[in-house]
């Protein structure tokens, strides 16, 4: 069984301030994905990441995977408001075989107050 | 609107009944993905269908089951409905067998009481 382990599970931050998520892992994924899901509607993807070290920047979000693609991270810089929501990591195929289908961290909760 | 499109919204029935939710990806995706969504256990991975055919199968319960149409719309049918069956369903589409991206619907909220 492939385990995807977020942390922190909830975080709870001011408008302004930096925070950064962890997504680990101990398989090895072919591409790792994060989504933001906001309350009674589906998770929309943020960004996809392949290569290991790789590093793609949206805006204020900075994502990282790791270099043995078993781990990623999300840096968010200056965080407002419209950020808050639950973010999930996820990773596509892997040394467990399953080739076809997405496995979820629980995510993590952020709320950024104003 | 993300392009996939899930009904109903809203789902509220009792114990030992039977549902179907219904899921049309998005235009030109061919491979389509049911999520059961609930706070303990996060979104877990119940089957995939691709082109017609079942692609891949996570922990689904054998009182549920799905398929995939000609016209690639898709259904996920849950029998025998205990509590423990309320949660959010989840379908997402891509476009081949494998995905660097899902794109998912707005959800079923299925309460079962």
């Known amino acids: 069984t492939q385990l995807l382990e977020q942390s922190p599970q909830f975080l709870s931050i001011q408008e302004g301030e930096n925070l950064t998520v962890y997504c680990n892992s101990s398989s090895v994924f072919s591409s790792l994905q994060w989504y933001r899901q906001e309350p009674g509607e589906g998770p929309v993807l943020l960004v996809t990441?392949?290569?290991?070290?790789e590093v793609k920047k949206l805006k204020r979000l900075t994502f990282q995977f790791g270099d043995a693609r078993k781990d990623s991270s999300l840096h968010i810089t200056a965080a407002q408001p419209g950020d808050t929501g639950l973010y999930l990591c996820?990773?596509?195929?892997?040394?467990?075989?399953?080739?076809?289908?997405?496995?979820f961290g629980k995510g993590t909760l952020l709320t950024v107050n104003p | 609107d993300s392009g996939v499109t899930q009904t109903p919204k809203h789902l509220i029935t009792a114990t030992g009944q039977r549902v179907t939710l219904r899921c049309s990806p998005r235009?030109?995706?061919?491979?389509v993905y049911w999520y059961q969504q609930s706070l303990d256990q996060g979104l877990q991975f119940l089957i995939q269908y691709y082109n017609g055919e079942e692609r891949a199968k996570g922990n689904i319960l054998e009182r549920f089951s799905a398929q995939q149409f000609p016209d690639l719309h898709s259904e996920l049918n849950l029998s025998s409905l205990e509590l423990g069956d309320s949660a959010l369903y989840f379908c997402a589409s891509s476009r081949g067998p494998t995905s660097l991206g899902y794109t998912f619907g707005s959800g079923t909220r299925l309460t079962v009481v």
């Open positions: 996820a990773g596509e195929g892997g040394s467990g075989g399953s080739n076809y289908k997405l496995t």
């Open positions: 235009s030109g995706d061919l491979s």
């Open positions: 990441v392949v290569t290991g070290g």
